[in-house]
């Protein structure tokens, strides 16, 4: 075959077509390997719930939901403002939503609780984008006052759990010691 003639494929291009099962090993998997090394990677990704993950890439955000096998990507250029709410029923649990240029806001996140990776996504997130607002506009203070009340909540729960299994023993070793000197 000359070199400016187009090649045509062939089945023996394409293993695992036409009923022949494809190799293990081998080139394929050498091609797929290169193809995910080639394939961006996120500048800050921020894992939350079950597979969820929030990638941001110089020129967007995406939401990845990979339960669901989708992913909605949004360009930087037109996100007009990041706006992080306290859940519900659950405040440790937030949500953030996007306002667009067109006026449209949409849920990008619920129910994501993985504030120390938001925060590193957010300095990322202002390097490059400097434009995009934030509101509340103090995000990053707020959300290290909820990594400190969370931090204090797991402190204090802990702390009650061992307190209880202190007092628990306590009253085991007054039980025992009573009990092998009462009078029969």
Do not use: W
């Not at 990704?45 to 990979?66: A, C, M, N, T, W």
């Amino acid at each position: 075959m000359a070199p400016n003639e187009p090649h045509e494929p062939d089945q023996s291009d394409h293993p695992g077509e036409a009923g022949e099962p494809a190799p293990v090993g081998g080139q394929e998997a050498s091609g797929q390997a290169e193809e995910e090394a080639t394939e961006e990677q996120p500048l800050a990704r921020v894992r939350y719930g079950l597979g969820k993950e929030l990638q941001l890439f110089p020129d967007s955000l995406v939401i990845l939901r990979r339960e669901e096998f989708e992913a909605d990507r949004f360009a930087l250029a037109h996100v007009r403002r990041i706006i992080l709410t306290p859940g519900d029923p659950n405040p440790s649990k937030l949500i953030l939503m996007l306002e667009l240029d067109e006026g449209d806001t949409i849920l990008a996140a619920e129910g994501m609780s993985n504030v120390g990776e938001f925060r590193t996504l957010l300095s990322k997130l202002r390097e490059i984008a400097p434009q995009i607002e934030t509101d509340p506009p103090d995000m990053d203070a707020q959300l290290g006052q909820a990594l400190d009340i969370r931090r204090r909540s797991l402190l204090g729960c802990y702390g009650s759990i061992a307190a209880a299994c202190v007092l628990a023993y306590l009253l085991y070793l007054a039980l025992a010691y009573f009990g092998a000197h009462a009078v029969h």
